[in-house]
C-alpha cells in the first residue's frame, strides 16, 4: 500500500499541518511503513460481539450552573479585543 | 411544470439553564466570553460531562414528534476547523442518535398532511464570529470569536424529504416551532436564532420520477424567507435545467435583502468530518420507565389543544393568536377553570386584554390582570350585573392599577340594572308616558322601539342591562 | 519499606523539618538537573513556602495527612494552576494552567508538596522522552542513555531522588516501561479510576495518571491519595478512592501466575528472558504458581494501538489552533493559514506523524478498514485477557523488551520504537491495572522491569503480589537515601 506525497498532503490539509518539503520527504516512508505494517490486522478473527455489550452508562449532570470565577479566557488568548481575535477568514 | 422535493434540517436551541456539556449559563446578549469556562473553550485537559436535562428536552421532543426513542444511543466526535469551534470538533451524534422516525401533521388544501421525520440528535452548538470592517464575510479585515454561545445544547430535527411545496414547508416549520414552543423545551424564534432551518430543495419532473440533486439553503431566518427561499431556488434550477446544464449539489446561502442564493465557497478539502464515538463520553442508555414517566408528564401538545378548543366553540383566528403563544393557553385555561365558558373568556383574551399587554410590554405571565381578576369580571358580565362596556373600562382600570374588579365595581358604583322587578314597573312606566310611540310599534315600525331604550336608559343613567330591557318591551309592547 | 511513611514518621517525631527535606531536595535538583534534566519547571519559592507553613503546623501538632511535605514531581501534561504546563511542547511553551487538575487537588489538599514539573515526550507521544521540544531527559543509572518514555522526567527524578514521588500518565506504556528502565515502580491503575479531567488529553479510551516511586508501599498511599469517582470525567469509574496501602500486605499464596509467551520470545532480550524467570521462579517457591500459555491476539496489539491512539489523539490536538491560547505563528492573512502555520511550527515532527496517522485512519473510505477493525481486534484483546484471567489470577511479562537503550539509538525508525511497546499496550487496550516492579538487571547493571497484571479494579491483589516480589527480590538497587 503506497502513500503518495499528494495523499500525505491532503491529509496534512485536512489536520490543519502545514508541512514543507523536507518534513513531507522524510514523514513519506516512516507513515508508510507504518501504515503497511497495520495492515496485518486484517488477518486478525474477531469476535462477534454487540458494540453496546456491557458498556457503563453516560454520568449524567443536573442542570445547575458551576461558576468559574478565576477563569480567565483573556489571559492566554494571543490577540483579544473583548473576543479572540483571529484573522480575515479567507 | 417541475415538481420540488424538500427536506428540512432544524436546529433548536434547548432551554436549559446551563450548557450541554459543563456548568454555564446559556443566557444570551451579554457580554461576550462572560459565560465560559475551560470546557466550552476547548482549553487542554477539560472533558464534557452530559446535562441531564438536555436529555429530557430531547426525549420530550422526540415522544411529541411520535418518533421512537432509542435505548441506547452514541456521542460521536464531528471533527473540522474552524475558529468558532473551540475543540475543532463538534460533540454531536451520528450512526446513532436519541430518536430514529416520527412524523408531524400540517394543514394542506383538503385536509391533513403527514410528514415523515427521520431522525432527532443531541449536539453542541458552536460559538459566534463578529466580522469585523465589513458587514459581509468576504469584505472583514478581522474576526472576534464570542464563545458565549458554545456548547450551547442543540437538538436537530431532520424531515424526510415529503415536502412538495414552499407553503408546506413553512408549515412544517410552524408546526415543529409550535411543538416545541408547547412542551417548554425552546423559544422558537428564528430571528434571534434559537430555532434555525436549513432547506435542502430539488426538482424532478413528475411525482414518479428519481429524485433530482439537491442545494441545501443556509440562512433562512424568517418563515416569510422559507418560502421565498425555496421559491427562488426551485426557479434557479428550473432555469439551469431548461438551459441543459447540470444541477451541482451544493451549499447555498441565502440573503434576504437581494433575494438570492449564493454558493458558499467550495472548500478544497471535501466535507471529511472523520466521525468517530466520543471516547470521553459513554454511551447514553436510556431507561425505559424513566421514558415512560417523562411522557406521562408530558404537557398538553398543540395538535390536542388545537382541537379542544376548536371542541369548546373557539374560531380559528383566536385559536391562531393561542397558539402562538402556550402562556396565553395557560391562561385561558386557568380562567375557565373558575367557571367561564371558553368562548366568553378567548374573546376577551385575544382582543382586550391581548391589546393591553401589547401595548404595556407584559405578558400573559406578568400581567396585571390575573386570570382570577379577569374571571370576576366576566362573572359579573355574564351574570349581568356588569354592562359589557363598563366591563372594558372596569379591565383597563384593572390592567393599571392592580385592583380586583369587584373593588371597582363596587367603588364606581357602576354595577349594572338587571333585576325584572326593578326594571318591569320601568319599562311599564315610560310605555304608559308615551302611548304615541308604543303605538307606532304596534303598527309595525319596530324602529320607535329605540326611543323607548333610550328612555329607559336614561330614567337608570345608563345602568339598566339593555338585552332585559329589550326583553321586557318585547315581551309588554306584544301581548296587548 | 515505604520512603513517604518513614519520612512522614520522621516529620511528626520532629527528627526531620520539612524545609530541610525540600532544601535537600532543591539542592539535588540544583546540582544533578543540569545533567538529568528531568525537570522543565521548579516552583522553589512556593515550595519553600508551603514547608515552612508545614513546619508550624508539625510543630503545633496538628493532624496532617500522610502525604504532607513529601515532596513529589508532576509530569508537565498534567495541571497544577497557575503554574506551566508545557507538555513539552512548542505549542504551550508559554502556557498557564487555568485550573488545577483532579489529581492535583487531591495531592495539593493532602499538602503534598508539588516541587516541579517534568520533562516528558511532547504530548506524551514518544517511549524515550527524546521528543520533548526542550530538553533530553537521561537515564540517571546511566546517562548516556534514555529514562524510557513518555514519563522520562518524572521517572528520572524519582530514581536520582530530587522527589520521593512521581505522577506520569500511561497510554501505551508511559509509566510503566520508564519505572522499568529507571529501576523503579510504576503503576497504571485500572481505566477510570483516576479522573482524566485536568490531564492534557493524548487518546482519551487509553490514557491514565499514576504514580512512580521507589517502593510498592509508596505507590498504593499515592494510588490512595489520586483514585475515586470524579464528576468532572464521565470515564471514572463510581468506585470510591482505593484503601490499598491499609491494606497491603506480601501475598501470592495460592496464586496462579500466567505468562504468555508470545511476549517471551525471539523480539524479547535474552537478559530480560532470564531475569523475569528468575523473578517468576523465585514467586513458586513461595506459594506461586506460573506457566506459559498463548495469547496469539497479542501480536496485532501494537497496530491496534497505532490505529486507535493516533486517532484519537489527531482529535484531541485539533484545539491546538492558536486561536484562545498556545503558539499562534505570526503575520498569517487568513484565519487557514495562521491554524495551519501556528500547528505546523509549534507541533513537534512525532507528533505530526501520529496526527497524520490518526488523521488518515478514520478518513472517509479508511474507517472500516482500519478504525472499526482496530475497534474490533481491541475487544478481542480485552476478550482474550478475561478468558485467561478466569484461569490465572496474573498475568506476568516483561515490560519491555530490552534494558534502556542509547540517547539517539533510534531516530530514525519510528516503527522500531512503537514495536518496543508491545508488553505494555495490551494493558491499556483492555484497561486493566498493571505494575511494572524492578527485578535482577543485567550483566551490566542495567536495571530490568517485571510487568504484573490483573483484573480490572483489582488494584489490592496486584500490589500485595508486587509487594511479595519487592520484599524477596535482591534486585533493587537503592540509591543512598537521603534522610
Redesign the interface.
Known sequence: MVLTPHELQHIAQLAHLSLSPDEINTYLPQIESILSHMNDLQQVDVPSQGASDGLPSAILRDDEPLAHPDFSPQSQAPQWEGGFVVPRLS | MVSPVIGIEIHAQLK???KLF????TQFGD???TH???VC???????????????VYAIMAGLALNGRIQP?SV?A?K?Y?Y?DL????QISQYDRPIVLGGWIDIPVQDGVKRIGITRIHIEEDAGK???QGSDT??G????????NRASTPLIEIVTEPDIRSATEARWVVERIRETLVHLGICDGNMEEGSLRADINVSIRDSDTSPFGTRCEIKNVNSFRSIERAIQIEISRQEALLAKGEAIIQQTRHYDEASQTTRAL?DK???H?Y?Y?PD???????LDSHWIDTIKTGLPEQAPHRRDRYKQAGLSDFEIDVLLADPTACHYLDAVAEMGIPHPIAAKWIVGDLNAQLKNSGHTFASSPVTPAHLAELLTAIISGTLSGKLGKSVLSTCFETGESPQQLIAKTGQTQVSDEATLAPLVHRICGQHPDVVAKVKAGKNGAIQFLMGQIMKETKGRANPDMVKGLLDAHLHQA | MSRIQALADAYRQGHRLVSDEVSARLSTIQTQDPTIKAFLSVQSDLAMAQANDLDHRFQKGDPMPLLAGIPIGIKDNIHINGRPTTCASKMLATYTAPYDASVSRHLLSQDAILIGKTNMDEFAMGSSTEHSAFQTTRNPRDVTRVPGGSSGGSAAAVAADMVVAALGSDTGGSIRQPAAFCGIVGLKPTYGRVSRYGLVAFASSLDQIGPLTHTVEDAAILLDAISGFDPLDSTASTHPPTTCYHHLQPDIQGMTIGVPHELLGETIDPAVKASVITALDQLAAHGARWESFSMPVLNAAVSTYYIIAPAEASSNLARFDGVRYGYRHPNCRTVKDMITNSRGHGLGDEVKRRIIIGTYVLSSGYYDAYYNQAQQVRRAITQSFHTAFQRYDLIVTPTAPSTAFELGSHHRDPLGMYLADIATIPVNMAGLPAISIPCNPDPSGLPIGLQLIAPAFEEQRLLNAALLHQTLSMATHTPKETL
Open positions: 436549559t439553564i446551563t459543563c456548568g454555564c449559563l457580554t461576550p466570553n465560559v469556562c475551560p473553550t476547548g482549553a487542554p485537559g477539560a472533558l464534557p460531562v452530559l446535562n441531564k436535562q438536555a436529555v441506547i456521542f466526535r471533527n476547523f475558529p473551540p475543540k475543532g470538533y464570529l463578529l466580522h464575510i468576504a472583514s479585515s478581522h474576526s472576534i470569536v464570542d464563545l465557497r478544497e478539502e471535501s471529511d472523520r468517530f471516547p470521553d463520553l459513554c454511551p447514553l442508555v
